[in-house]
């Protein structure tokens, strides 16, 4: 009988040890999943970077604060202003004591006008012709007509902007032609035509 117990006893503890070694591949197999939780991190690192990407809103927002700032009541409310039209685009002119920056619709003019140095230059020459190119800040309000036609109708509000400024500065405007309104714009279609003066092709038969 003691015989009998002992093989028992052996048997209950080899079942046990057994036991203890089917419990270690478990073990084993949580760093697995630790390891696929690390992968899973990654992607939020992409999301982010992308959350760099929206800083041009507030810079427009704070442009429009600092025309808000500078112009207190509106473009009405100020005293050196004039108004310029070319084709069907309409332009007011503000006039500032400043360093020469000019603000077109509460954005930068070398983003407004595509960095084209045309329009750019154009829109200058007034304030050239003076010698006030780094004297003034421009605030602009433009509507109407394309970039091209707003850029001539710019210029000439400025012209008249400075006569604000000095009644003696109309002489020197004069001369380089900056106070003539440029009256040409599209004429009209015409009925039975197919634009202003171009008639379909004549067929006699």
Known sequence: MAVSLSSLTSSLS??????????????????RTFSISR???????TVSASALAPPAEPEIADLKKYVKSRLPGGFAAQTIIGTGRRKTAVARV???EGTGKFVINYRDAQ????????????????LI???????FDVFVKAEG??????????????????????????VP??????????????????????KARKAPQYSKR
């Open 14 to 31: 080899s079942l046990s040890f057994s036991s203890n070694i089917s419990h270690k591949p478990t073990s084993l197999s949580l760093p």
């Open 39 to 45: 992968s899973s991190k990654l992607p939020s690192l």
């Open 94 to 96: 503000v006039l500032q």
């Open 111 to 126: 983003e407004y006008f595509q960095g084209n140095p045309l329009w750019l230059q154009y829109m200058k020459v007034p």
């Open 129 to 135: 012709t003076l010698g006030y190119e780094t004297s």
């Open 145 to 170: 007509g394309g970039l091209s036609g707003q850029a001539q109708a710019i210029t000439l509000g400025i012209a008249r902007a400075l006569l604000k400024v000095s009644e003696g500065y109309r």
């Open 173 to 194: 405007l004069r001369q380089q032609g900056l106070l003539t309104r440029d009256a040409r714009a599209v004429e009209r279609k015409k009925v039975g035509l197919k």
